[in-house]
C-alpha cells in the first residue's frame, strides 16, 4: 500500500501534512505469482541455454542440408556396429508391407512410407490385410477361452460384460477409445519437458519396436476375441469375416456417430486379440512415466488397471490377452532400461536443467568406483572440469580398480591414512622438511 503525502499552507507560517492511502488499482505483477523458486529455476534454465551448457542445446548443431552428399560422406564415416541392424530389421519389415500392400500405384506407396516411417508398425499393421489366407496359419478360436478357464477358472470378459449401463458403456469408452490413441502423444510431451534429455527418444523406439512384434506375433498366431465367442460359438473362423465394434456400438448409438462401428468392422486385423496391445501400450506407457514422475506411480498403474477392465468390458480381449501384451512391454521397457534410459537426477525439473546425461542402471560396480569405462555412464562428462564436481568420478579413485582399496581419498604420495588425520599428516611431513 502506497502512501502519498500532501501539503495545504493556510499561511506561511503554518504547514499542514495529511497522509493519503492509495489502493492498488492493478494486478499483482507476474513475478509475485510466480513463487520464488520457481523463477531462480526459470532464470537458471533460460542462461544455460543462451550460454550452450546443457545437452539440450546441442539442436543448434542439427544437419539441416538436403545434399545427398552430405548423406553419403555421414554413411562413409560412420562407425558401424551391431546395434545398426534394427535399421535393416526395419527397412525388412517396411520391404514386405509394400509388396503385400494393394494400392493404385507406386506414387500411393511413396505417400504411405513417408506418412508411416516414423511408425512402422501402423504400416505393418495396415498391409497385414493384404496377405492372402494360403499363407497365413489357421485362427485359433478354442484356444484363449480354454486358456481362461485353465488359468482363471471361468471366462472374465463374459462375466464383467453381463450387466450394462450407459454410465459403464462411457467409463469403459474412455481409456479404450479415447486416451489409448492420445496417450502416446501426451507422455511423449510430457517425458521430452521434464525428463533427462534422451527420454523422449527412448520411449518411442521401445513403443514402436513393442509393437512390431505384438502385430507380428498376431499374425503368427491369429486368435479370435471374445466377441467372436459371443456371435458365433466356438465355430471356425476364416480371414473373409469382417470385425465388429463389441461394446463399442453402444457409444455410436449413444452420440448418434458412425465411428467405431465402421472402424473395427473393417479393421485390418480382424483376429489379433492376442497379445493385447492396448494392455501393451499402456504398460510401457506407465512405465516409463512412473520412471520419469516416480512420485504418480499409483495414478498410472490405477489407469493400467482401467484399462484391463475396459477391454474385457467391451468384449475385445481375453484376460490371457491382457497378461502377453504387459509381459511384452514389460520385456521391452527393462531392454531399454538397462542401457538406453537416461536415470532422473535431484533437483532437476526441467530437461534444461541437466548439464550432462548418465544411462543404465546404478550398479554396484560404479557406486564403488569400480567401473571400467567411465564414459558408458556420463558421455561427454571428461575434459577440463575439476575431478571433484557433481556427477564425476567425484571420491572414487580413478587410479585403482583394486576392489580391496574401496574408495579412497585424492592423495599424491602412497603413504596410508591409517590411524592419522589431516592435520596430523600434514604435521609429519612438515617436521620432515
Not at 552428399?69 to 534394427?86: F, P
Not at 506407457?285 to 468390458?313: C, G, I, K
Not at 536443467?353 to 542402471?361: F, K, P, R, S, T
Not at 564414459?375 to 572414487?396: K, L, Q, V
Amino acid at each position: 500500500m502506497r502512501t502519498h503525502y500532501f501539503s495545504f499552507s493556510g499561511d506561511e507560517s503554518t504547514q499542514r501534512f495529511f497522509s493519503v492511502s492509495k489502493l492498488p488499482l492493478s494486478w499483482p505483477s507476474l513475478p509475485v505469482l510466480v513463487p520464488h523458486r520457481i523463477r531462480r529455476r526459470f532464470r537458471s534454465t533460460r542462461s544455460k541455454i543462451r550460454s550452450m551448457q546443457t545437452p539440450t542445446s546441442s539442436i543448434a548443431s542439427l544437419n539441416t542440408s538436403f545434399n545427398p552428399a552430405d548423406t553419403l560422406r555421414a554413411l562413409r564415416t560412420h562407425n558401424w556396429s551391431a546395434y545398426d541392424a534394427q535399421y535393416l530389421f526395419l527397412a525388412i519389415v517396411a520391404i514386405f508391407s509394400l509388396c503385400v500392400m494393394q494400392s493404385p500405384g507406386p506414387f500411393t506407396k511413396t505417400m504411405v512410407v513417408t506418412g508411416y516411417m516414423v511408425a512402422v508398425y501402423l504400416m505393418l499393421f495396415f498391409s497385414c490385410q493384404f496377405i492372402s489366407g494360403e499363407y497365413r496359419p489357421p485362427i485359433w478360436v478354442r484356444v484363449l477361452p480354454s486358456l481362461e478357464n485353465i488359468l482363471y477358472g471361468a471366462n472374465l470378459s463374459n462375466i464383467l460384460s453381463a450387466h450394462k449401463n450407459t454410465a459403464l458403456n462411457v467409463l469403459a469408452w474412455l481409456p479404450y477409445g479415447i486416451c489409448h490413441f492420445g496417450a502416446p502423444f501426451v507422455c511423449a510431451g510430457l517425458m521430452f519437458i521434464f525428463g533427462p534429455p534422451g527420454t523422449t527418444p527412448t520411449f518411442t523406439r521401445a513403443f514402436g519396436y513393442m509393437n512390431v512384434v505384438g502385430v507380428m506375433t498376431q499374425i503368427i498366431l491369429p486368435c479370435s476375441p471374445p466377441w467372436y465367442e459371443n456371435m458365433y460359438g466356438l465355430a471356425p473362423a476364416n480371414y473373409a469375416m469382417q470385425g465388429s465394434p463389441a461394446g463399442l456400438r453402444a457409444i455410436d448409438e449413444l452420440f448418434g456417430i458412425d465411428l467405431y462401428t465402421s472402424g473395427f468392422t473393417a479393421s485390418p486385423m480382424v483376429f489379433g486379440a492376442f497379445p493385447s496391445l492396448h494392455s501393451a501400450d499402456g504398460t510401457i506407457e506407465a512405465l516409463f512415466m512412473a520412471h520419469t514422475f516416480p512420485a504418480l506411480q499409483p495414478l498410472f498403474v490405477f489407469y493400467l488397471l482401467w484399462l484391463w477392465w475396459s477391454t474385457m468390458y467391451l468384449s475385445h480381449h481375453y484376460a490371457v490377452d491382457l497378461v502377453a501384451g504387459s509381459l511384452i512391454a514389460i520385456i521391452v521397457y527393462f531392454m531399454y532400461r538397462g542401457q538406453f534410459l537416461p536415470r532422473l537426477q535431484p533437483g532437476k525439473m526441467f530437461r534444461w536443467d541437466y548439464d550432462y546425461v548418465e544411462y543404465g542402471e546404478v550398479t554396484e560396480r560404479y557406486a564403488y568406483g569400480l567401473a571400467d569405462d567411465l564414459d558408458d555412464y556420463r558421455p561427454g562428462a571428461h575434459g577440463d572440469s575439476d575431478e571433484w564436481t557433481i556427477g564425476s568420478s567425484s571420491s572414487f579413485s580413478s587410479s585403482s580398480r583394486d576392489p580391496s582399496a574401496g574408495m579412497r581419498s585424492p592423495v599424491t604420495d602412497e603413504s596410508s591414512w591409517e590411524g592419522d588425520t589431516v592435520a596430523s599428516a600434514s604435521d609429519t611431513e612438515y617436521q620432515k622438511a
